[in-house]
């Protein structure tokens, strides 16, 4: 995923200009082979992986801050004609290095050759001999080891508490959070051969106006609308249920699902979905669907099926069809991440490396201050921070197919005008689409948000506060909320 979603887009971005080829890792092998940084991925080797670090860590964090700075550094490179002055062959470079003779040969060789900056003749490799001068690969390796330790205890120490007993808190908990209406534990077997389980909440007063589905994100589960939006919106005379994906502690996949790998194919997110929603809109009453992240991506995808675009026209209610409106909250954008990742990149790329790690590696699992980072405001209390990141212990075992998922993205559908097919006289009406995000989210970019209302032929509602938990901002959750409110109602 780094290599894939972050380093080539970076590199791309930072050669844009020279007209050169993907950057290659040239690691000579005993056969004179090379490895390019794709291949990398496969070797899974923790001493390339710190030797890579402190690679950047020399070129200095200044020349990252944007593409003119990094090539400005690269002009002053000496030419590949000067390379012997740099670097001499490999038993030189040993007979050299007599307090280090363990040495590989190949470890003199290391380059990492850069396209070419301005003209194509003037081709510039980065040496590293001054790197090995200082940090040797068997320190490299060895840092790297220990730092592969100290990630590897900190996970068993996070796993060490029984999840059963938490999930039983759980549930008991979403009971006592309302004060209108009750959040409620229930389960529903669907015809695609699990069981899910879901929570609803009701408000006290019968009411006409729409049922809103939830669907959660990454690595959360249906508890992540109960702390303040399902109360909220049973205050209002709104009833609300909040589904749990398959591969979540909430639907479980069955033993030996998917031989055993631990990613859910978007297909099975689909039909479950699908399964759920032809459920909830068969009960009498309008449903609108809300999904939130890569939850609002599969929304969007779920639009494209002609069992869920047939829900558009039916009759649900008195003046509404089945399915009545669709909002998009911090949605990943229908053309995918690889643009907001090269913004990201651009802009501030010590964060994009920090969204990177906390979501990729799902390090917002263990580390307090950066899922906070990532997912809430800054001024959330630590302890209510422990308390999420337990539930993504819970819920954040399996991971959508992201392989899949940029195969198949929203898209690759639109009409020639680049819109939505769901849109328009085939499914719902613009005004029955809210696509909402916030101006501090780091994850999801004002730039992508404007991409999903483009795509869904709406402008979007951008938030001042929120971050992009905004249905658990411990400040602004409310802000998210009325806006959900206003909208609904003004559906029926």
């Known amino acids: 995923f780094f290599f894939d979603v972050i380093l080539f887009p970076m590199m791309h971005e930072i050669m844009s200009n020279s007209g050169g080829s993907d950057p290659v890792l040239l690691l000579p092998t005993m056969d004179e082979g090379t490895t390019t940084l794709r291949q990398i991925c496969g070797y899974k080797q923790v001493g390339l992986c710190a030797l890579f670090g ?56 290391v380059v990492a050759r850069l396209p070419p900056i301005g003209s194509p003749s003037a081709s510039r490799e980065l040496h590293l001999k001054t790197l090995y001068s200082v940090l040797h690969l068997d320190v490299l390796a ?11 205890a900190t996970q068993w120490w996070h796993r060490r508490p029984s999840h059963s007993h938490f999930a039983t808190r759980t549930l008991g908990s979403c009971a006592m959070m309302a004060t209108s209406g009750t959040v409620e534990p229930c389960s ?16 006290t007063k019968p009411s006409t106006l729409p049922l809103v589905l939830f669907v959660h994100g990454s690595l959360h589960g249906a508890w992540c609308w109960a702390k303040h939006w399902m109360p909220y919106l049973a205050n209002h005379g709104i009833g609300s249920v909040a589904i749990n994906l398959r591969g979540t502690s909430g639907a479980p996949p069955p033993p030996g699902y998917n031989d055993g790998k631990k990613l859910v194919p978007l297909e099975d997110h689909l039909q479950d979905l699908s399964a759920a929603l032809i459920h909830f809109a068969n009960q009498g009453r309008p449903v609108v669907l809300v999904g939130h992240s890569f939850g609002a991506l599969m929304a969007m995808k779920l639009m494209e099926r002609p069992e869920i675009r047939a829900l558009c026209s039916s009759t649900g209610g008195a003046t509404m069809p089945a399915l009545a409106g669709l909002s998009l909250l911090c949605s990943v954008p229908p053309v995918g991440n690889g643009p907001m990742v090269g913004r990201m990149l651009k802009e501030t790329p010590v964060l994009a490396f920090k969204v990177t790690w906390g979501l990729a590696a799902k390090r917002v699992k263990f580390n307090v201050d950066l899922c906070r980072e990532v997912f809430f405001n800054k001024e959330m209390p630590a302890a209510t921070v422990e308390e999420y990141m337990r539930h993504f212990c819970e819920d954040g075992d399996y991971s959508l197919n992201l392989s899949e998922v940029n195969a198949n993205l929203p898209v690759l559908t639109a009409d ?26 780091i ?50």
């Open 142 to 152: 060895l840092f790297g080891s220990l730092v592969a330790i100290v990630v590897f």
């Open 443 to 492: 994850i999801v970019d004002t730039p992508g948000l404007q991409e999903t209302g483009r795509f869904c032929g709406t402008q979007p509602v951008i938030l001042k506060r929120a971050a992009h938990d905004v249905m658990l901002d411990s400040e602004a959750w409310q802000d998210g909320a009325e806006k959900l409110q206003h909208w609904v109602e003004s559906l029926s």
């Open 188 to 203: 529903l077997p669907l015809s695609t051969g699990i069981t899910m389980k879901y929570l609803s909440c009701e408000p």
């Open 416 to 441: 020639a005008s680049g819109q939505a097919s769901w849109v328009g006289d085939q499914g719902l009406s613009p005004a029955s689409v809210l696509v909402l995000g916030s101006e501090k989210d």
């Open 54 to 109: 402190a690679l950047l860590v020399s070129l200095g964090s200044t020349s990252w801050m944007a593409p003119s700075h990094l090539q400005s550094s690269i002009a002053h490179l000496p030419k590949t004609a000067t390379l012997p002055k740099l670097m001499s062959p490999a038993v030189k470079y040993r007979s050299r290095m007599t307090a280090h003779d363990s040495v590989p040969d190949h470890a003199a060789h």
